[in-house]
C-alpha cells in the first residue's frame, strides 16, 4: 500500500503536465462480432447488429482498445504506466465519468472503417480528504470517411490506495421516482464477459483474491462502463424510435458483484432523461442525462 500522506513534487507534477496535448490516432474496421457479444451480454432485444446497422451510442467503447503485449502488463493486469497517457505514479486508477456527443447525421456504422483520435486534454493534481489525486481528462473523435461521428470526453483519476483501517465513504442516497428501472444481478462471468469484450484486463473485475487482498475491495468490481453502457441500454428499450445525441454521467461509488443492483431512469423536460444507478443499500452509484432527439 502506498502511504495517502505522501506528496506528489512539483517537479512531477510538472512532467505529469507535459503530457497535456499529446495526441495519438488508430484506425479499425467496427465488425460486427463484438457488438454481437455486447448484445448477449446484456441480454439484449431483438436481433444483434450487422453490417450497414449503427453502433449503439456506448459499442465504440468495444473497439479501439489498447493491445500492450503480455510483456508489458503490471501485476494489476493494466499496461505499465507511461507511453500515451501520465505515468501518474498513484497506484489506483478509475474511469470517473465523461461526456459524449453523437453526429446523429453521421452515425458510426458496423462495417465502417473508422478513425480514432485521442488528445490528452488536461492534468490536474489537487488534494482530497483521503489523500492526492491526479485528474486526467482524454478528449476522444471518432471519424468514418464522411467526417466526425462522435466526440468524448473521458474523466480518469488517480489516488492512493485507503488505509487498510480507512472507513469506506458515507453514501449518497439515490433519487427516488424512477419511471423506468431493471435490476441487475451481476456474476464473475457477466464481468468476465465485458472485460473479455473491452480487452480490459484489470484484475479487480475478475480475481476476486486480488481486488479484495490487493486493493481492499469487499468484492469484484462491476465495470463503471459497463453500468453507463446499461444506463443508456434501458432507455432505449424505452424508447427505441428516439436517437441519443449526448450523454453526460459521473461514478459515485462503486458496485460490487456481492448483490444485485437497479438502473434507474426518469424523462424530463426538452428530450432530457434522467438516469442513475442504484445499489442494495439504496444509494447512488452512477448519475448522469441521457439526452434523446
Known amino acids: 500500500m502506498t502511504d495517502a500522506s505522501a506528496t506528489l513534487s512539483a517537479e512531477t507534477v510538472a512532467h505529469l503536465r507535459s503530457w497535456e496535448g499529446r495526441s495519438e490516432t488508430h484506425r479499425e474496421l467496427i465488425h460486427a462480432a463484438p457488438l454481437r457479444g455486447l448484445h448477449a451480454t446484456l441480454d439484449g432485444e431483438g436481433p444483434a447488429p450487422v453490417d450497414g446497422d449503427t453502433v449503439p451510442p456506448l459499442g465504440r467503447w468495444l473497439y479501439f482498445q489498447p493491445q500492450a503485449p503480455q510483456a508489458q502488463i503490471a501485476v494489476d493486469g493494466h499496461p505499465h504506466k507511461g507511453g500515451f497517457l501520465p505515468p501518474v505514479p498513484l497506484p489506483r486508477r478509475m474511469w470517473a465519468g465523461g461526456r459524449l456527443n453523437w453526429q446523429v447525421e453521421n452515425p458510426l456504422r458496423v462495417g465502417q472503417t473508422a478513425v480514432l483520435t485521442s488528445t490528452v486534454q488536461s492534468v490536474q493534481h489537487k488534494a482530497g480528504r483521503s489523500g492526492e489525486l491526479v485528474f486526467v481528462v482524454v478528449r476522444h473523435e471518432v471519424s468514418n470517411a464522411h467526417g466526425l461521428c462522435l466526440s468524448e470526453e473521458q474523466d480518469i483519476v488517480y489516488r492512493h490506495m485507503p488505509a487498510p483501517d480507512q472507513p469506506a465513504a458515507a453514501g449518497q442516497p439515490a433519487p427516488d421516482g424512477a419511471l423506468w428501472s431493471r435490476e441487475i444481478t451481476p456474476t464473475p462471468a457477466w464481468l468476465f464477459r465485458y472485460s473479455a469484450l473491452t480487452f480490459n484486463a484489470h484484475r479487480i473485475h475478475y480475481d476476486r483474491p486480488y481486488a479484495t487482498a490487493e486493493e481492499g475491495y469487499p468484492g469484484l468490481v462491476v465495470h463503471g462502463p459497463l453500468i453507463a453502457t446499461l444506463l443508456v441500454d434501458l432507455v432505449q428499450r424505452q424508447q427505441p424510435q428516439a436517437q441519443v445525441a449526448a450523454f453526460a454521467f459521473k461514478a459515485v461509488r462503486p458496485t460490487f458483484d456481492l448483490h444485485p443492483f437497479t438502473v ?24 448522469g442525462t441521457v439526452t434523446l432527439i
Open 264 to 287: 434507474c431512469a426518469r424523462p424530463e423536460a426538452d428530450g432530457q432523461v434522467a438516469v442513475w444507478g442504484r445499489d442494495h443499500e439504496g444509494m447512488l452509484t452512477m448519475q
